[in-house]
């Protein structure tokens, strides 16, 4: 975002269009961050954690990560499907169909991976990044952004400066945080 704003900072000699123009640019730098992409390892490691706790179908797997990962994490069919496979051909689960769907279970081997590898589900290590803020932050700065973008959009024009108002004191209580020690 360098360059972004004119010389002096942020609002300074900007229009009322340009501060919504970087407004959007915020929330388009924030949506790209949110929705954290897990690694090949991760989907196997949160395929493996759930179906320790009990047998589900892949639809399930994925309702389940995303749940777990408070909706910053959602894989698609195309990640959890494969590795489904490739731990039934490990020998790692098992599967059992019914009623049109297949519900995978963990084999004895699958138990013994499970419970010799000690690591925690992929969700767990991602949400002490919410708990230091990392995760929430960016999802933060997309509901401001949208929060402002709505005001723009339907606002009065008293209402819209009020929102210019709120948005330069939110900035300065952002910089005041970053001097405390």
């Given at each position: 975002?360098?360059?972004?704003?004119?010389?002096?900072?942020?609002?300074?000699?900007?229009?009322?269009?340009?501060?919504?123009?970087?407004?959007?640019?915020?929330?388009?730098?924030?949506?790209?961050?949110v929705g954290t992409r897990m690694g090949r390892g991760d989907v196997r490691a949160a395929v493996l954690s759930l179906l320790a706790e009990k047998p589900m179908h892949g639809y399930q797997i994925i309702r389940e990560i995303e749940e777990?990962?408070?909706?910053?994490?959602?894989?698609?069919?195309?990640?959890?499907?494969?590795?489904?496979?490739?731990?039934?051909?490990?020998?790692?689960?098992?599967?059992?169909?019914?009623?049109?769907?297949?519900?995978?279970?963990?084999?004895?081997?699958?138990?013994?991976?499970?419970?010799?590898?000690?690591?925690?589900?992929?969700?767990?290590?991602?949400?002490?990044?919410?708990?230091?803020?990392?995760?929430?932050?960016?999802?933060?700065?997309?509901?401001?952004?949208?929060?402002?973008?709505?005001?723009?959009?339907?606002?009065?024009?008293?209402?819209?400066?009020?929102?210019?108002?709120?948005?330069?004191?939110?900035?300065?209580?952002?910089?005041?945080?970053?001097?405390?020690?």
């Amino acid at each position: 975002m360098s360059g972004s704003f004119p010389a002096g900072g942020f609002g300074a000699g900007m229009t009322a269009d340009s501060i919504w123009e970087a407004m959007e640019q915020l929330r388009s730098t924030f949506e790209k961050r949110v929705g954290t992409r897990m690694g090949r390892g991760d989907v196997r490691a949160a395929v493996l954690s759930l179906l320790a706790e009990k047998p589900m179908h892949g639809y399930q797997i994925i309702r389940e990560i995303e749940e777990r990962s408070g909706g910053s994490w959602k894989p698609s069919a195309g990640s959890v499907y494969p590795t489904l496979q490739l731990l039934a051909d490990e020998g790692i689960i098992s599967s059992e169909e019914s009623n049109g769907r297949k519900t995978y279970a963990l084999t004895e081997a699958g138990r013994e991976e499970v419970a010799d590898s000690g690591t925690s589900a992929p969700w767990e290590t991602a949400g002490s990044n919410e708990s230091t803020g990392f995760g929430a932050l960016p999802k933060a700065g997309i509901d401001l952004a949208q929060a402002a973008a709505q005001v723009r959009r339907t606002g009065t024009p008293e209402q819209v400066q009020q929102a210019v108002v709120v948005l330069e004191e939110a900035r300065r209580k952002l910089y005041a945080i970053l001097a405390q020690d």
